[in-house]
Nanobody
Framework: QLVESGGGMVQAGGSLRLSCTISGRAFSILPRAWFRQAPGKEREFVAA????????HYAESVKGRFTASRDNAKNTMYLQMNSLKVEDTAVYYC????????????????WGQGTQVTVSS
């Protein structure tokens, strides 16, 4: 089971770090990603990271501001979000896939419950 944490409310220009930890059964190292869904909008790809963490891929809208990383020893993936904008407001989800880089939600087979990020002006 994937569990996200670290969401909250921040002013525009601020930063947040999200975490995604696997709980329960033994951890298998797979590519992971962050998606987000704003109210009234479809879920969209944010960032993907390879099994080792050596490779990352970002949506154009967050490139240069967000950084994905992972610590496989801790079964945890992170999303460092800097220079946040009001339009970054959404529920952020982590997910696992068998392929990298995968940018479509249909390519992911395990999802967390999401964590809310709210950016105020």
């Amino acid at each position: 089971q994937l569990v996200e944490s670290g969401g909250g409310m921040v002013q525009a220009g601020g930063s947040l770090r999200l975490s995604c930890t696997i709980s329960g059964r033994a951890f298998s190292i797979l590519p992971r990603a962050w998606f987000r869904q704003a109210p009234g909008k479809e879920r969209e790809f944010v960032a993907a990271i390879s099994e080792s963490g050596d490779n990352t891929h970002y949506a154009e809208s967050v490139k240069g501001r967000f950084t994905a990383s992972r610590d496989n020893a801790k079964n945890t993936m992170y999303l460092q979000m800097n220079s946040l904008k009001v339009e970054d407001t959404a529920v952020y989800y982590c997910a696992r896939s068998n392929t990298y880089p995968a940018v479509e939600s249909d390519d992911y087979h395990s999802w967390g419950q999401g964590t809310q990020v709210t950016v105020s002006s």
